[in-house]
């Protein structure tokens, strides 16, 4: 996640604060497969995610850095709202420990928890990554345009979301899907 800090301050010359919305599994923590995350002994983190996300919120340039995620493992019932936001409390306290200088490292989180198996109404499905729903969220929240965010993503479906919602600058990292991805161009196609 280095060249994202590159990336936003470059904006400097621009004068335009970036929101930066991140994927969670396989961008800050390692993608444990199916069935995800499920306590938080199941976490670890990504190589530099810690020092990365720090430098992000330091940036002058970042109005601020929002997590959209999809955890289907509630919806599923494997886990509850409740122990989710737990795994969530305790990410956020790995990441503040590994890097002292953090704080916070992120201002909210945006969770879609419905399965994407059809059972769900119109407004969940909307939320759901590729759709564009969090993302829209994360910008109406945070008063900004697609143009001033960045989407930073380790899988098809996270440039999907940032393309439905619009956002121009999407990142795919090297960790998670994003390496595999990056490897077999032919999966990654020009409307991204």
Excluded at 121 to 137: V, W, Y
Excluded at 165 to 178: E, P
Aim: aromatic share 6%; proline share 4%.
């Amino acid at each position: 996640m280095t060249m994202v800090f590159r990336t936003c301050v470059s904006n400097r010359r621009r004068g335009r604060k970036k929101l930066i919305l991140l994927d969670r599994d396989g961008v800050i923590n390692e993608d444990v497969g199916d069935p995800g995350v499920l306590s938080p002994n199941d976490l670890k983190l990504t190589y530099n995610a810690a020092e990365s996300i720090s430098k992000l919120r330091r940036n002058e340039n970042v109005a601020g850095v929002a997590i959209v995620t999809n955890q289907s493992c509630v919806g599923k019932n494997l886990i509850s709202l409740e122990e989710l936001d737990d795994i969530h409390l305790h990410l956020k306290n790995m990441l503040t420990f590994n890097d002292k200088g953090c704080g916070t490292p992120w201002d909210k989180i945006y969770k879609c928890t419905i399965t994407g198996r059809g059972e769900d109404s119109a407004d969940e499905t909307f939320r759901r990554k590729p759709n564009p729903g969090m993302l829209f969220e994360a910008m109406s929240d945070f008063d900004m345009s697609p143009e001033d965010c960045v989407m930073i993503g380790d899988s098809v479906r996270d440039l999907e979301a940032a393309a439905n919602a619009g956002v121009q600058l999407k990142i795919l990292v090297r960790t998670g899907y994003g390496s595999e991805l990056l490897e077999n161009s032919t999966i990654i196609t020009p409307g991204w």
